[in-house]
């Protein structure tokens, strides 16, 4: 008989309760698992899956969509906001919405997740696994983790960020967090107790594309974009840190989407991050990156 390797032994079927739902802004939602006795192997940055048939409240719509799309609907991926050494496993999801026009299909599960899921609820997830982790010896690699995110990528990163900080003395990190305004951002208590409680370790820098403002949130609150400038001032030795971006991309549908109508898909956040990085000369093998679609 074979042995199963260790990935298949950590990938497993769970069912869990949700036992808190935290409002963490107007559309994202942590849903806070209890799993009972399972002991949850899980690295920080990991994520599980939840497959949308499950929710009798979503049948209908599953098989609209699997007829409109041609395809049956695969399980959605949602990163761990928990760290392995926290109680409670987390998942914190960002509810997407339908742009009239813009917007092929009306998202499936994340409304679901975000607005209609209560305590006590019962769901059955698929984990644990993931590429978007630190190495064991991070510590004997570098001293600074760079944390570049926006919207829902922080998600890993936080739990990256909570993981380090109790397990990885030596390391100070950088988080750079890109939002549209600052009601949208997620973890913002939590960061700012976490900068407060490490100083020497950690600093946090918000970057607000739709404040006209944002100054008055605080010195650490900058206004636009992430580009190479703040780049350059948050990495001042490019050659020695690991950089951690997380964030929407480019994804097939923007491909497919761009194809039809004769053009380039656009840049997104992952990809105009990863142009600075690379002219800010940051090697390539120091990058991590994660995708959301
Ligand atoms: C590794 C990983 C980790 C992730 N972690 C998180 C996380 O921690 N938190 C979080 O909020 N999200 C996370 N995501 C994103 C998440 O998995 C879902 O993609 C997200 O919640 C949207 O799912 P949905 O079912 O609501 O929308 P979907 O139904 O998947 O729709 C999303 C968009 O895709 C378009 N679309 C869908 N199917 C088609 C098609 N056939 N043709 C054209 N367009 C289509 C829809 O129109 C819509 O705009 C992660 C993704 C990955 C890959």
Known sequence: ??????????????E?????????????????????????????????TVDPHQFEALERFTSFLEDLKGKREPPRAYSMSSAPHERYL?????EERYVSGTTKFPPLLSPLLTKRTTRGMKLVVTGFTGPYTLPPDISSRTDRIVHVCAGSGSVPNFSMLKFALANHPTLRHTFVYSNKMWADVIFRDELERL?????????VVHSLTREENPGVFGPAVRKGRIGLALLREMIPQ?????????????SKF???????????????????VLADLKALGVPKERIKREFYG
């Open 195 to 203: 900068a407060l409680a490490h100083p020497d370790r950690l600093t």
């Open 90 to 94: 987390a998942v914190t999801v960002k």
């Open 254 to 272: 923007d491909v497919d989407a761009a194809r039809e109508a004769g053009t380039e898909p656009q840049p997104r956040f992952l990809e105009s």
């Open 238 to 250: 490019p050659e020695d840190c690991y950089v951690y971006v997380c964030g929407p991309g480019i």
């Open 16 to 48: 869990v309760m949700v036992a808190d739902v935290v409002v963490e802004a107007p559309d994202t939602t942590t849903l806070v698992l209890f799993t009972g006795n399972d002991r949850l192997e899980y690295k920080a940055g990991h994520f599980l």
């Open 1 to 14: 008989m074979t042995q199963p390797d260790a990935t298949s032994r950590r990938i497993k079927e769970l």
